[in-house]
């Protein structure tokens, strides 16, 4: 179950230096310092009882009052021969909207960002996509506001769909969470609002490069766009693919099952975190919040806090001008079937997913400090809403030649791919996990 | 949540009389009379405490002592404003594999089908598909012989892959039970073996509309062969359609959760049988069962027993040479997703799935005696190793020429598609329940 004790540490291997905003573009750089000093998010950590509306209930669940919203409870991960641990998890069983407005303007096809402060954020504001809305939100569970603009991805108004599918997001952290992510062009008008700003599609595959800015809900959608120009291309016949992916779930020897948190083995709760006895893994803490632009001013909840940066990285190659990737398929224990198409190499925390992962062979080639061969290197946020400062480090490295280019000299849950096969992979949902979607984004910023 | 009280009798309706098999294909039926006195299968009730290996956990859960097999666990089902009711569900967190091999034979398609017995099976032996195993069977936890066929669906002696897809079963009484339904032409040898027989695909579609005799595995396998000659025709867009499911997925109000067994309300146990109080539902009972030619001689074993006979029923029209169907997005509490595309009309027991649903508009004509409307009527089984005696009537039935043919006149929830339509659904795997895959491929027995 260990990983090799000597794990290199990512931020150690040498990178460019970091993107900054006001090199890309001076007009979306003075619109961000100008929303970023509106933002003012205070976010300050709490005892779990200093938590309003928010309960432990008699099996230990971490509960809000109106039994929505989400609900911090427990999995149990078995494989074999009585291998596994236990694990809290964030349960959100709804489907929230992840919805992106595209429109050409001058000819060039822009997208509808918002500034949007989460107290989970390193910094403060990120950009999230047009809508980011959980069912809570958008029948006004805790009493926010009206979700601005969803009237162009849902009911009468809504727009031409690009994009529309069930994705899944962390299955090492969610009990089968999964978001409607949506690529919608407007057919009415858009209102205008201080907090929204049209930008081209180049731009921001630009500020994907900038470290925690764009956020992961916004990758989640860039990542289900396809490779070229939208719709361009036949879809790719992925039959194969598919089967070789229900090999691997057919075959997974794992089994994950919801627990609740009182019989969590190897966990202890204190008066502010929820934490594995090790210290090795996530904590689950408490803040309170005060805001000036969200939906509602003052509130508090749990967030998840790992206690490291993850990484996920695509080895690429290309050959006769094709671009392959090489992906694997991965066991996550909180994903519906356990398995999904992931990076050629993903860590989360130490003791990282519950589902033990052996140190890869592809390891070193992942952490290449190699210039000519390091295509893209950022640290990016995951989810401001349900983790605490998550930070994951997205790297997209030239594959070592002597790798092999034929599948089937590789281990057989590696697979090389091209960008429009796992395009038409993503675009039935639930089959390219969101680590592998955000590098799907950034993939596409690269010349 | 009551159903309509003057629910029509599906049995009482007019229908042609029992297809006999004798009538349709002589040599099959020497063959079927033959394998029937062969199977010697004898099932007898017995108290659960007489079930060996079986036992009731604290939480009053039915469990193997492998931990495997199958479970009987509970599911709990809350709606709008606090509705809804609990129930027993039978638990199965595995992929089994449904295979069908096909080859030509004198120039017609056939697939290798088995005499099969199961202890719930109203007919003794049913026509299975070549490959019916669970992952417990293929592992041989419960110590049966190694799966006849199984080399020609896995491991490198596979064949050609025509359909592979993850398919889910029974929503009302599984917890997110899915089987793996592929069909294969073989590329070695295929042994015989007195319990299998090559049919011509078109004699199986004959065969359909004997009462209980394909069984629910190889009438969901048929159910994923594309309506035309295979891969004959391009594959239809459908994303509009995946939308509206996605729709439906994202505003159900329902919300499905396992819980302990000991925690169902308003079911009893006693010594024979797991209830509820009302007695309108399913029962779980336990049976012992003796064989001759399955692969554990004797054993014992828990079933699902229905009170009544479900009803499955597609509406259907044809206009400028196209047929079209009337599905419905429908809510079952098991599903993965709560809702997939159903029959125009799907009644389970009395109390019906655990998600209630009104009497709805297409009910009358869905029952119709009118011998020039009914295309197709039969009394077929659902799993008879999971189910005692389950029966639906399924029946495909000429739509009133006053229904609106355009979906903008309909509820939501009902669509008319094409054969061809509904196939690219059900390739996708999760998008198309049992019971309408079982009508896809009674139509295509139609003329």
Redesign the interface.
């Known amino acids: 179950m260990a990983r090799a004790a000597a794990r290199p540490d990512p931020a150690a291997t040498t990178a460019d230096p970091a993107v900054a905003v006001a090199d890309l573009d001076a007009g979306f750089a003075a619109w961000w310092a100008e929303r970023r000093s509106a933002a003012r998010l205070s976010v300050a950590p709490v005892p779990f009882r200093e938590l309003p509306q928010w309960s432990f209930t008699r099996d230990g669940d971490l509960v809000h009052d109106s039994g929505r919203f989400f609900t911090v409870s427990g999995m149990r991960v078995r494989g074999p021969e009585g291998s596994g641990r236990d694990q809290p998890v964030i349960v959100q069983?709804e489907?929230g909207?992840l919805g992106l407005l595209v429109k050409h303007l001058d000819g060039e096809p822009h997208v509808l960002l918002q500034a949007k402060a989460e107290p989970g954020n390193i910094d403060g504001i990120q950009l999230s996509p047009t809508v980011q809305a959980t069912?809570s939100n958008y029948t006004r569970v805790h009493r926010g506001g009206a979700t601005r603009h969803l009237e162009h991805f849902?009911g009468p108004g809504r727009g031409r769909?690009l994009v529309?599918?069930?994705q899944s997001e962390q299955g090492a952290w969610f009990w089968r969470k999964h978001n409607?992510n949506m690529v919608v062009e407007p057919v009415g008008e858009v209102a205008e609002h201080p907090d929204f700003r049209w930008i081209a599609l180049r731009t921001v595959r630009l500020l994907l490069r900038v470290d925690h800015l764009v956020n992961m809900d916004t990758r989640s959608v860039l990542g289900c766009l396809p490779p070229g120009p939208v719709l361009s291309e036949p879809v790719p016949r992925v039959?194969?693919l598919?089967?070789w992916l229900?090999?691997a779930?057919?075959h997974c020897p794992w089994?994950a099952?919801?627990v609740p948190l009182a019989d969590v083995g190897g966990w202890t709760r204190t008066e502010t975190e929820i934490a594995d006895v090790r210290a090795r893994s996530f904590r689950i803490i408490a803040v309170r919040v005060e805001a000036g632009t969200r939906e509602v001013r003052q509130w508090a909840q749990p967030l998840l806090a790992p206690r490291r940066p993850g990484l996920a990285v695509f080895l690429c190659r290309t050959s006769e001008g094709v671009r392959r990737v090489l992906v694997r398929a991965r066991t996550e224990p909180g994903l519906?079937?356990l398995v999904e198409l992931g990076p050629t190499v993903q860590w989360s925390d130490d003791t990282g997913p519950a589902v033990p992962e052996e140190a890869g062979p592809f390891d070193g080639s992942a952490l290449s400090g190699d210039p000519a061969c390091v295509r893209f290197d950022a640290e990016l946020s995951e989810e401001g809403g349900r983790f605490h400062r998550a930070a994951t480090r997205y790297r997209i490295v030239d594959a070592d030649p002597s790798l092999p280019s034929d599948d089937a000299e590789l281990p057989d849950d590696y697979r090389w791919l091209t960008p429009h096969q796992l395009h038409a992979l993503v675009a039935?949902g639930h089959h390219v996990n969101v680590q592998a979607r955000s590098l799907l984004a950034c993939l596409a910023s690269l010349p």
Do not use: E, H, N
Request: hydrophobic fraction near 25%; charge should be positive.
């Open positions: 069983p489907i909207v069912r849902t769909v529309d599918s069930l409607r039959s194969a598919t089967s229900i090999d779930k057919q089994y099952g919801p519906g079937d039935r």
